[in-house]
T-cell receptor, first 117, second 112 residues
Framework: GAGVSQSPSNKVTEKGKDVELRCDPISGHTALYWYRQSLGQGLEFLIYFQGNSAPDKSGLPSDRFSAERTGGSVSTLTIQRTQQEDSAVYLC???????????????FGDGTRLSIL | DQQVKQNSPSLSVQEGRISILNCDYTNSMFDYFLWYKKYPAEGPTFLISISSIKDKNEDGRFTVFLNKSAKHLSLHIVPSQPGDSAVYFCAATYNGANNLFFGTGTRLTVIP
């Protein structure tokens, strides 16, 4: 079956530009997450969507970052006025249930590698 | 404040031998632990997990051990195979959390 799909796979843009990253979760998965991995670092949590509930935005590093999830499926992560420190791999994951539900691990997409010049 | 730590950035092991990857955590609320494996240019893939009510979970060549008193877990791979060469991430969470907390990863190289 189809896994988590992310696009684009690579994005190079100039500092100050806005970017939009897209995530298609696994069909039927109610939970969707965004993480980012900077060079040499672990995965850093950004935002969590669960069904129709208000998202947990506690991991977003600044107000330049926002995300939405339309119709409980596709999600877009938007970074406005990009800075060089935004360069990272942005990973999307989905799961059937809440994050701590055992035996329901998060499934990750292959990520978008974002480079800010 | 890194709550999950993988202090060894890399590990090299001969094919057929045992690989032991270590992970330490600081948050005593964590009650569920996972290992993910990541190949270059791919997303992490789930490997194995363990609940805090257990101290061992085995799946084929992979075994995860949990020592709650030491806040330490380890992943054993035996026998190691060249295809196991990847970056391994330890992750943890707790009931009510909205995300996984990840370590910085250990790059395993299995030498043929």
């Amino acid at each position: 079956g189809a896994g988590v799909s992310q696009s684009p796979s690579n994005k190079v843009t100039e500092k100050g530009k806005d970017v939009e990253l897209r995530c298609d979760p696994i069909s039927g998965h109610t939970a969707l997450y965004w993480y980012r991995q900077s060079l040499g670092q672990g995965l850093e949590f950004l935002i969590y969507f669960q069904g129709n509930s208000a998202p947990d935005k506690s991991g977003l590093p600044s107000d330049r970052f926002s995300a939405e999830r339309t119709g409980g499926s596709v999600s877009t992560l938007t970074i406005q006025r990009t800075q060089q420190e935004d360069s990272a791999v942005y990973l999307c994951a989905s799961s059937l249930d809440r994050p701590s539900a055992q035996n329901q691990p998060q499934h990750f997409g292959d990520g978008t590698r974002l480079s800010i010049l | 404040d890194q709550q999950v730590k993988q202090n060894s950035p890399s590990l090299s092991v001969q094919e057929g031998r045992i690989s032991i990857l270590n992970c330490d955590y600081t948050n005593s609320m964590f009650d569920y632990f996972l290992w993910y494996k990541k190949y270059p240019a791919e997303g992490p893939t789930f490997l194995i997990s363990i609940s805090s009510i257990k101290d061992k979970n085995e799946d084929g060549r992979f075994t995860v051990f949990l020592n709650k008193s030491a806040k330490h877990l380890s992943l054993h791979i035996v026998p190691s195979q060249p295809g196991d060469s990847a970056v391994y991430f330890c992750a943890a969470t707790y009931n009510g959390a909205n995300n996984l907390f990840f370590g910085t990863g250990t790059r395993l190289t299995v030498i043929p």
